[in-house]
């Protein structure tokens, strides 16, 4: 009942205005004209955007035949999966911490954090990555604590099989559950025990006993890949060579170090900090009022996380808390990741996945040890007022004056 609330209360607000402006902007002039080749009897040639897998792609064209070809056909399939993006975080939130306070919060915090509201508003990829990624991650913090994961596991793999299907960047998350599941299996063979075990440990010798290397190859390398692929399908047919072929191209044009310059590029280095902005639109639309959108995430929110995730890593090395690694992990991993490709060219949308995940960081350490519960929620409003003051230029159809525009401004590199 509680999901199916913070869902409707999510669709709603996101829903809002979602149809200004009437045109195309930002990188909706790539995706929606591919999107509206997939609806074609016959898929023309060459295709457009073949740089990302299609499942993103086909469900704007699903909604684009549904909807019409409008804005409101373009964006909202990025409202839905917006919505369920939140709904996933308060399911991460109750895997982790067991209550349904702190879940609420957590999905209230990743609202509040504004990234997720301004991407699901906009004909993109990376919502539908996202809200996939983050149940598959909730299946995953669910099993974890599970004798018998195995039904969890491959929830996961199906989720982050889905991920990758809108683009790659979902394979980092999946990555990171490979990684915790080897590391355990390796101390487990290495009879690795710690000397003040405690129940709430991230490693324990009796986890998952029933788990084998076969289900561990079917939950996070054939069910991912099986569902992966099928989303070509309807592009290529059941052509091996098209479809290596398609996987050969993704690979090149995501890898390549020859890529150009962009006005709001930055590198993953300065993300956390919020250094530079996206500005998705900047219209103006009389002597004294803009409509702008700027992807810029809630300071408030994202500053006061990196202490948090400081806190997580004291806990894990510290105390080896469970909850603590497990945050810590599927932040790290989907940001980090970046620092290892060769691709030059980097957005602050990039650490979409890491940012909204570190609501979770945000609720851990707000109501660790004897804080009074009041704290959290004093928190959760103040980023609320925060998410209040930064819609002028987070809605194209509220609009906002020059003069307000220079206040909320409040660095240089924002602009």
Request: charged share 10%; glycine share 6%; aromatic share 14%.
């Amino acid at each position: 009942m509680i999901a199916a609330i913070i869902f409707i209360v999510a669709h709603l607000a996101l829903l809002a205005g979602v149809t200004t402006p009437e045109k195309l902007y930002f990188d909706e002039v790539h995706y929606v004209p591919a999107a509206r080749q997939m609806l074609e009897p016959v898929m023309p040639s060459p295709m457009l955007n073949p740089m990302h897998p299609p499942l993103a792609k086909q469900l704007i064209a699903l909604s684009i035949r549904t909807l019409g070809d409008a804005p409101l056909g373009w964006r909202y399939p990025g409202v839905l999966f917006g919505s369920l993006s939140i709904v996933a975080m308060y399911l991460c939130g109750l895997a982790l911490f067991a209550a349904q306070g702190p879940a609420v919060a957590a999905a209230m915090l990743a609202f509040f954090n504004q990234m997720v509201f301004v991407q699901s508003r906009i004909a993109m990829l990376d919502i539908f990555s996202l809200a996939f990624g983050l149940l598959a991650t909730a299946a995953f913090l669910h099993g974890f604590r599970k004798p018998r994961p195995h039904l969890w596991f491959a929830l996961a793999g199906l989720g982050f099989g889905l991920s990758a299907a809108c683009k790659w960047s979902g394979l980092f998350a999946l990555a990171v559950c490979i990684a915790i599941v080897a590391v355990i299996r390796l101390m487990q063979g290495w009879r690795t025990q710690f000397a003040d075990s405690a129940a709430g440990d991230w490693y324990r010798p009796g986890l998952w006993p029933d788990f084998r290397l076969t289900h561990f190859a079917a939950c996070f390398v054939a069910i991912p890949a099986f569902v992966y692929l099928a989303t070509f399908v309807p592009l290529y047919g059941l052509s091996f060579p098209d479809l290596l072929e398609a996987q050969r191209r993704i690979f090149s044009d995501n890898t390549t170090t020859a890529i150009a310059g962009h006005t709001y590029m930055s590198s993953w280095p300065s993300w956390p900090f919020l250094v530079r902005p996206v500005w998705y639109l900047f219209d103006k639309v009389s002597d004294d009022r803009i409509a702008a959108v700027v992807f810029l995430g809630n300071p408030l929110v994202l500053w006061a996380a990196l202490p948090a995730l400081a806190v997580c890593l004291r806990d894990w090395v510290v105390t080896r808390r469970a909850d603590a690694f497990l945050i810590l992990s599927f932040y790290a991993g989907p940001y980090l990741a970046w620092a290892l490709l060769p691709r030059t060219l980097g957005f602050l949308y990039y650490y979409l996945p890491a940012a909204t995940l570190a609501s979770l960081a945000l609720v851990y350490v707000l109501r660790r040890g004897n804080s009074p519960r009041w704290l959290l929620w004093a928190f959760v409003a103040a980023t609320a007022a925060g998410f209040a003051a930064m819609l002028p230029i987070t809605v194209a159809i509220v609009g906002t004056s020059m003069d307000t525009f220079v206040r909320l401004m409040l660095f240089r590199s924002w602009i």
